[in-house]
């Protein structure tokens, strides 16, 4: 489970653990956030363990399998949501630098941990992956030529690997979040008037939880998806379909 200190990834790693399934979690520099997270899932009766990693780096990710497969035997199941959001930066004004951060966090971060997790199950059958997306990887936003290129990416890793590992059968499935109220959203947590102003934007009327999407991903990795490989499910609210209302 990368990115499972906070927000979606640690709602995600919260659901398993109650359901007695053993969590390796990520964290990127707030060891006292996950921490807090390995508390509550063995206060409920679960196993977890957390792991400082860069996933952009090929010998963090080694080295965080290497620790889940010591401790709780082959991994079967992996949740990318590690990530870093927009910066709004316009694109004459968006370094070479700065893309390369959100790409490599984003799109490199999930095929360094695929790549790995299928190692680890060479000669074996059966695993699930569920990359958390965003609606930004099929609706853009100006400002965000870094985030959504990485989104956008992700959705053809995520295709491309359902197609190469059903043999295996090791599904491979995204989940495409509209707004959450996440700490990605925090300054609309944080300001009532702008967190109005965005949920009248939202069909539904309301922003999402990170429990919300942390139950889609649960019936993802459930054996009751099993026929389910290279599928996208937007959790937005309705968000992505008012593109082009209005003209």
Request: charged share 15%; with cysteine.
């Amino acid at each position: 489970m990368t990115g499972g200190e906070s927000g979606i990834g640690k709602a995600c790693a919260l659901a398993l653990g109650r359901m007695g399934v053993p969590v390796v979690l990520t964290y990127f520099r707030d060891e006292a956030l996950a921490a807090s997270v390995v508390t509550q899932i063995e206060g409920a009766g679960g196993q977890a363990i957390a792991r400082q990693t860069d996933v952009s780096s090929e010998p963090a990710v080694d080295a965080l399998f290497t620790a889940a497969e010591t401790t709780f035997g082959p991994v079967t199941m992996l949740v990318n949501s590690a990530g870093l959001n927009m910066r709004g930066t316009p694109l004459a004004e968006t370094s070479l630098a700065q893309f390369d951060t959100i790409v490599r966090s984003d799109l490199y971060g999930p095929f360094l941990t695929c790549r790995r997790f299928v190692r680890g199950l060479a000669g074996r059958q059966g695993g699930r992956i569920v990359n958390i997306s965003s609606i930004h990887a099929f609706a853009p936003r100006p400002g965000a030529v870094d985030y959504d290129s990485a989104k956008g990416g992700l959705t053809q890793l995520t295709t491309t690997l359902a197609l190469e590992l059903a043999p295996q059968r090791i599904a491979v499935n995204a989940v495409a979040p509209g707004m959450i109220l996440t700490p990605m959203n925090q300054s609309a947590i944080d300001n009532p008037v702008e967190l109005e102003s965005k949920q009248a934007a939202i069909p539904w009327g309301r922003a999402g939880t990170a429990e919300e999407v942390a139950e889609t991903v649960l019936f993802l990795l459930s054996p009751t998806a099993d026929y389910i490989t290279g599928a996208t499910l937007v959790i937005d609210g309705g968000l992505s379909l008012t593109v082009a209302q209005g003209a």
